[in-house]
């Protein structure tokens, strides 16, 4: 006779969900694609490119595919890129991000007014200011 606490081996514990059921992850708010992109870094300028202020626009859907729209602190960089590979790899390592397309663009042009407080102290610690 079977215990009664004791469930039949071929029974699922009632708190496991059936294994056909989706793992559901919510996309990512914006906040946390900015903090990955606080990893990557300009080439010329030792700084991350979300406190320079290259990262302009950042669009997520429901889905989890981000737009992200950028620019460079100069035109004809020639880590230009490397640098969206990298972003787009950071991006799509955050967790509920499908995919990520990352555009370069030019206007308006960058300049250093673009810059977070944190990014100016920092470029002053490091002489270029």
């Known amino acids: 006779m079977r215990q009664p606490w004791h469930r039949a081996a071929d029974q699922p514990a009632a708190d496991t969900p059936p294994a056909s059921a989706p793992v559901v992850v919510a996309p990512p708010d914006e906040d946390a ?59 799509e390592q955050v967790p509920g991000v499908t995919a990520c397309t990352v555009a370069l663009v030019w206007n308006p042009p960058w300049n250093p007014e673009m810059m977070s407080d944190e990014g100016r102290v920092m470029l002053r610690i490091l002489g270029f200011g």
């Open 33 to 91: 694609i900015r903090e990955a992109l606080r990893e990557c870094y300009d080439p010329e300028i030792p700084i991350n490119i979300i406190d320079l202020g290259l990262v302009y626009h950042i669009e997520v859907s429901p889905e989890g595919q981000v737009r992200l729209e950028m620019t460079l602190t100069a035109v004809g960089c020639p880590e230009a890129d490397r640098l969206v590979a990298e972003v787009q790899e950071r991006v």
